[in-house]
């Protein structure tokens, strides 16, 4: 998606990522949102670039489809992330205004355990000779 903005921005814009928690409670945005209630991880993603007009927007999320030369793009950037994004349940919208910039609100299910990291420390093996 950041690329995508990179993209959308040709030289100059500004590019905005922020990430909260969200309690989604209230029917219209579950209903906007295609997500039941919970809590969720909102990371947004904005850029001040050309935007899409309508017909754009729409498709997107559908493989292959980009506006983009075939040395630009794929088609595959975003229905991949929407996949992935629906596997952990989870929802991405998109909204963009042509001309001023778009906006990627991607949610995920906000995990409530206690995380915890472990590092392991592993010495580097002395190479051995080849028999
Ligand atoms: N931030 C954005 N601003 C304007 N248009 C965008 C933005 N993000 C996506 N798009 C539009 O959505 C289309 C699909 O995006 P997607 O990331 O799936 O494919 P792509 O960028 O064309 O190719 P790639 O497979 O290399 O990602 C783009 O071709 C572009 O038209
Ligand atoms: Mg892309």
Redesign the pocket.
Request: charged share 10%; net charge negative.
């Given at each position: 998606?950041a690329?995508?903005?990179r993209?959308?921005m040709k030289s100059v814009g500004q590019l905005y990522i922020a990430v909260r928690n969200a309690n989604l409670e209230d029917a219209v945005s579950m209903a906007k949102l295609d997500l039941p209630p919970g809590d969720y991880v909102l990371i947004s993603i904005e850029?001040t670039?050309?935007?899409?007009p309508p017909a754009?927007l729409e498709r997107?999320?559908e493989p292959f489809?980009?506006?983009?030369t075939a040395e630009?793009?794929?088609?595959?950037?975003?229905?991949m992330?929407f996949g992935f994004v629906k596997q952990s349940g989870g929802y991405i919208a998109a909204e963009?205004v042509e001309g001023k910039?778009?906006i990627?609100r991607m949610f995920l299910p906000r995990a409530m355990a206690e995380g915890s990291i472990e590092a392991t420390i592993i010495e580097p093996s002395v190479p051995q000779p080849l028999p």
């Open positions: 998606m690329i995508n903005a993209h959308a850029d670039g050309m935007g899409m754009v997107i999320f489809f980009t506006t983009k630009d793009g794929t088609g595959l950037g975003l229905s992330t963009s910039g778009s990627f």
